[in-house]
């Protein structure tokens, strides 16, 4: 199979790492990961057997990965800046459109191009986005409470400041340990992606997630800018993923896109059920074959 890696220069400065794979005359895929920070490879090394036949650019976002690194300055570190990035990378590549893939964080990022550039967009295909932060930072404060021996369905005020929820739930409880309550069914599921993981030997630096958070990330709902978004979108959502189930119907339901739950899947559906989430993916590409 075909393989280019590469660092591309997308800004004074930066440069990101890239995997460019498969028949380069084919439908393009450009895949965006979570974080901030953090790394493609997990995502390859999950979905690069139900991608082939397509051309698919697996990207490290600036800072993070195998991206080289970047001061800490939070100015680096905008959704504006990582779109930009995007933006250069598509003509790096001679590309006149291409389909953005999303996980999580990735998931914003794609539906941010999206809005900005329709004509370049074929199509969204977003798996268990993230885009309402003051409602994920309330699902790791009930998290939280559940891994302090409360009860996390209890009927509580809870601040909205996603920043101050983060630091109240953060404050006795480690943040993979809340992450790891909403984002995995089972602990098999948690340690075979953690085996994956671990595999990569990247360990990139944790600056974009702290300057996303300086930025005021954990403030943020997208949610009234989705109404922009014109492209075609699938949104894959494993119906046992508290990070972004049920939120994330919201964006099925604003585009009029496709929804595909996958039940008994967290938040990595192709760990849990990947026959599902292979028939659900087909079922969002089938018009770019």
């Not at 800046?81 to 389909?99: E, K, M, P, Q, Y």
């Given at each position: 199979m ?11 400065g930066v440069?990101?790492y ?14 965006l990961?979570?974080g901030?920070?953090?790394s493609?490879?997990?995502?390859r ?19 993070g ?12 570190f ?14 790096h ?46 699902q ?23 920043t101050?929820?983060?630091q109240?739930?953060?404050a ?14 089972s ?12 595999g ?32 075609a ?22 585009v ?8 008994g ?5 192709w760990?849990d ?17």
């Amino acid at each position: 199979m075909r393989e280019e890696i590469d660092l591309i220069a997308v800004d004074d400065g930066v440069e990101v790492y890239l995997e460019d794979t498969g028949p380069p005359d084919a439908p393009a895929i450009v895949v965006l990961h979570g974080g901030p920070g953090g790394s493609s490879y997990t995502l390859r090394e999950g979905l690069e057997e139900y991608l082939e036949g397509f051309r698919v650019i697996y990207l490290d976002q600036r800072g993070g990965g195998r991206s080289p690194a970047l001061p800490e300055e939070p100015g680096l570190f905008t959704i504006d800046a990582l779109v930009s990035d995007l933006f250069h990378l598509r003509d790096h590549l001679g590309l006149n459109s291409w389909t953005l893939l999303g996980h999580g964080f990735g998931g914003l990022l794609a539906l941010d191009y999206a809005r900005r550039s329709p004509d370049t967009t074929e199509q969204l295909v977003l798996i268990n986005p993230w885009t309402n932060f003051p409602w994920l930072a309330r699902q790791l404060y009930r998290a939280s409470l559940a891994l302090r021996g409360m009860d996390e369905n209890a009927d509580l005020e809870i601040p909205e400041d996603g920043t101050r929820l983060l630091q109240e739930a953060f404050a006795t409880v480690e943040p993979k340990a809340a992450f790891d309550r909403l984002l995995f069914p089972s602990p098999h599921s948690r340690m075979e992606y953690e085996w994956i993981a671990e595999g990569s030997t990247v360990v990139g630096a944790d600056t974009p997630g702290r300057m996303f958070v300086l930025n005021g990330l954990w403030r943020l709902d997208y949610t009234p800018f989705v109404l922009e978004v014109q492209a075609a979108t699938a949104v894959l959502l494993g119906a046992l993923d508290a990070s972004s189930y049920p939120e994330a119907q919201t964006i099925a339901d604003l585009v009029g896109g496709q929804l595909e739950l996958i039940e008994g899947a967290g938040h990595y559906a192709w760990i849990d059920q990947p026959q599902a989430f292979e028939e659900a993916l087909q079922n969002a590409l089938q018009n770019l074959q």
